[in-house]
């Protein structure tokens, strides 16, 4: 979307508002296909449209918004999306469902519209696009030079984990990966340069890890997150007072699943701690 969006900015005042709405929102969820709510369907322009288009083999059109050439678009029936949402996740993108909040059009003509929730991988939750016999993990990696955690979560369930590597190598942490299994896996930076060149990535035994924002694994900023949704006074009534690794980790993992899915997630009420002595057991059986 970069060309448009840099139309956007040199002629925004030709723009239909309702253009304009789009494109602050695209804007928002850059790395994200852009699903806009429209009366009984959700609609794709520019960028998006032709790459669903080609993706999901949909009718690529086109439609007025003010400029000289019709915006390309293409859109599906808002009662079939979940399936067109699970086939391209499946093909790696991410969908932001912008919903319809109202009727009527505010002061500036456009009707209120809002990204109400992030489709990824590891946040699948309709039972038509998961199995329901498995778990379907999104993992989340602290990993530093001086020590590294994961943990992990299915929000269909409510189940969270997190488990703590002092010593650990590598292959050791693919390991315990490849035993959790997740659809997902988001990193620090410092995550992302470690693993993703790692033959087990590239061969895509696991996904390749993603980069997430690494202020969200600030020790503070995963604390605070870790007390507020626990409703806890301290990391000792967590049992992750001696284990900071954990705690970047989870509170890291924990504002992702409010980024995605934009409400609570009250039926995550408890973490439990994979201990490393777990962990050796179950990999020296393999």
């Known amino acids: ?3 448009v969006q840099k139309t956007a900015i040199i002629d925004e005042k030709k723009f239909s508002p309702m253009m ?3 494109l602050a929102m695209k804007e928002k969820y850059k790395d994200c296909v852009l699903f806009y709510r429209l009366g009984d369907f959700y609609e794709m322009f520019y960028d998006d449209a032709i790459k669903v288009s080609n993706l999901l083999d949909l009718t690529l059109t086109g439609k007025s918004c003010g400029q000289e050439e019709r915006a390309p678009m293409c859109g599906i029936p808002f009662h079939s999306a979940d399936q067109y949402v699970a086939k391209l996740v499946s093909l790696g993108e991410r969908v932001a469902i912008c919903e319809q909040l109202s009727d009527k059009a505010n002061e500036n003509g456009v009707v209120d519209r809002e990204v109400v929730k992030i489709v990824t991988a590891g946040t699948l939750t ?16 602290y990993y ?4 590294c955690a994961v943990s992990w979560a299915d929000i269909t369930t409510g189940v969270f984990y997190t488990q703590n590597f002092k010593q650990a190598t590598l292959l050791q942490i693919c390991d315990a990966l490849v035993r959790i299994s997740p659809s997902e896996i988001i990193s620090t930076t410092e995550g992302v340069k470690a693993f993703n060149e ?3 990535i ?12 690494d202020r969200f694994f600030m020790q503070s900023n995963a604390e605070r997150e870790l007390l507020n949704h626990f409703n806890s006074i301290s990391l000792s009534g967590l049992a992750l007072d001696d284990k ?7 509170g890291a993992l924990l504002a992702y699943l409010y980024e995605t899915q934009k409400h609570s997630i ?13 962990y050796l057991s179950l990999n020296s059986s393999t």
Do not use: F
């Not at 309709?126 to 990696?141: G, P, S």
């Not at 530093?144 to 020590?147: D, E, I, L, P």
């Not at 900071?244 to 989870?250: G, H, I, K, M, R």
């Not at 009250?266 to 777990?278: F, L, M």
């Open 20 to 22: 304009r709405h789009y």
């Open 266 to 278: 009250s039926n995550v009420n408890k973490i439990t701690i994979y201990k490393d002595a777990d």
């Open 144 to 147: 530093t030079n001086k020590g």
């Open 126 to 141: 309709e039972d038509n696009q998961i199995d329901e016999k498995t778990n379907n993990y999104v993992a989340c990696l």
């Open 202 to 213: 590239k061969q895509r035994v696991l996904p390749s890890l993603l980069k997430y924002n």
């Open 244 to 250: 900071p690794e954990s705690v970047c980790s989870s």
């Open 198 to 200: 790692l033959p087990i």
């Open 1 to 3: 979307m970069e060309n």
